[in-house]
């Protein structure tokens, strides 16, 4: 999965063009995926594995194999992503580096094909064959609307950006070589048949893509070869390389990754640097002196570790007595980032539902998975005030064909801006199926229905 603004945007001399939306529908009515909830999608993804198993037994240990023998699955598999897809897209315009890399493994190294500019559909397809060499579609969710639907609900259950990249090899050919990635790896196998073998981590939950050359790999742990409607998963650091056999005329596979970076050390120093910003905090002044006095350099290390204990006791106790939800650049940086909501009826999220509300109606949220709630410093204040403020942060209007591309629209995310007086009422929404806005914890009836009204209008409340 590249990094957002990573090696899928800056390969090529057209990645700073728009990328237009393209809709290419599903042609498969069913679904055996249950797509009502987050959490019935993932179960229904690792199906026959329960979830629970998952997690105890596989998640970030080891790799899991799941090999089916269901029609249903496979054709449904297939409808996410085919290879004659490619012709519609280019179609529209498809460039070289941005959305498409087209690349071969030669002895041992990753060897990159790519033409110039805007892709050819009649020219990839004849390099395709003549050159055998991998089509690698980065962030095909951005023009399937399956893949939308299913990463979008992925996002909700694992908290974390979910990306995606297709790759179609041909016959007796492997597109790269032994690697290991810094991201969670599910694949689904769409078309034809893909030989894999797994390896041994050389470096345990690694935080990087890095290649290993075949000799520092040792023999392979797992050996298998996929087929339609299969899934495979493996950790991040797991080694793994991968061929299209001679049986077939070509492999088609989505590998969907997540928990890039989405680690506690990274929310943990994240969380920090916020601190570090708030001038009136007593453990900020302590930090701030200590890393002005380089004490490492001035006092003995028993006494450097006892000021830097005293210091992380103190910031636990600040973090559990904490009655605000303070912000934290992480959750942000997802919540910038994320998918939109999917919608079977086509519509857009931000279009108000039903009637205004009034006092006398009861409403509830909509999109809840896609709405973050935080206190922070007023982001319009002078340097004079230090006053928090609440914001109401939402995905709603993100751009599903700039996700995990690299393309950032605002320095902020989007969302509503309430004085801190506020909270109460924002916080009896959240945790209520439904509340009369007549009872929203705010001083006069003026001030309620204009806190309904303000997330009506932005699509995030609506009258039950």
């Known amino acids: 999965m590249p990094k957002k603004g990573g090696k899928s945007t800056a390969e090529g001399g057209e990645g700073s063009m728009p990328c237009k939306r393209v809709r290419l529908e599903t042609t498969t009515s069913h679904s055996p995926l249950n797509l009502e909830g987050a959490c019935g999608l993932f179960e229904s993804l690792i199906a026959p594995i329960k979830q629970e198993d998952f997690f105890r037994d596989y998640w970030e240990q080891k790799p899991l194999v799941v090999q089916r023998e269901d029609p249903a699955v496979a054709a449904y598999y297939q409808s996410l992503f085919q290879f004659t897809d490619l012709k519609e897209l280019c179609g529209h315009g498809i460039y070289y580096g941005r959305d498409v890399n087209f690349c071969r493994c030669v002895n041992g190294k990753k060897k990159v ?15 395709f064959e003549q050159k055998r060499a991998t089509i690698q579609f980065h962030q095909p969710q951005r023009f399937k609307d399956e893949l939308w639907r299913i990463q979008e609900k992925l996002e909700c259950f694992f908290g974390s950006l979910v990306g995606s990249n297709v790759y179609i090899t041909p016959q007796e050919s492997q597109g790269l070589p032994p690697h290991y990635d810094d991201v969670e790896v599910f694949i689904l196998q769409l078309e034809g048949q893909k030989h894999w073998r797994l390896y041994k981590p050389t470096v345990q939950l690694a935080r990087e893509y890095n290649v290993e050359p075949e000799h520092r790999i040792g023999a392979p742990t797992h050996e298998f070869t996929l087929k339609p409607g299969d899934l495979l998963y493996f950790p991040r650091g797991t080694i793994h390389q991968a061929d299209t056999p001679s049986e077939v005329s070509h492999s088609t596979h989505v590998t969907i990754s997540t928990y890039q970076n989405h680690t506690w050390g990274r929310g943990f120093l994240k969380q920090f640097g916020l601190d570090l910003r708030l001038p009136t905090a007593q453990t900020t002044l302590s930090i701030r002196h200590l890393a002005r006095s380089h004490p490492l350099q001035q006092v003995s290390a028993p006494e450097s570790a006892k000021t830097l204990s005293s210091f992380l006791r103190g910031l636990a106790d600040k973090l559990e007595s904490g009655k605000e939800l ?8 997802f919540i910038m980032n994320r998918l939109p909501p999917y919608l079977d009826d086509g519509t857009n999220p931000l279009t108000p539902v039903g009637r205004m ?3 006398e109606n009861q409403v509830r949220l909509r999109f809840k998975e896609h709405i973050m709630i935080l206190v922070e410093p007023d982001h319009e204040r002078t340097e004079e005030s230090h006053e928090m403020m609440l914001y109401v942060y939402h995905s709603l209007r993100n751009r599903r064909d700039a996700h995990m591309m690299g393309v950032e629209d605002d320095e902020d995310a989007h969302g509503l801006r309430f004085s801190l007086g506020h ?4 916080r009896t929404l959240w945790s209520s199926e439904a509340v009369l806005v007549r009872e929203l914890k705010l001083d006069t009836d003026s001030e309620k229905e204009n806190l309904a009204l303000s997330l009506w209008s932005e699509g995030l409340i609506e009258v039950v």
Request: no cysteine.
């Open 423 to 426: 909270l109460e009422a924002m």
């Open 113 to 127: 094909l790519n033409k110039e500019g805007k892709v050819n559909y009649a020219q990839l397809k004849r390099d």
């Open 326 to 333: 303070r912000s934290s650049d992480m959750k942000k940086d």
């Open 357 to 359: 509300p009034k006092l």
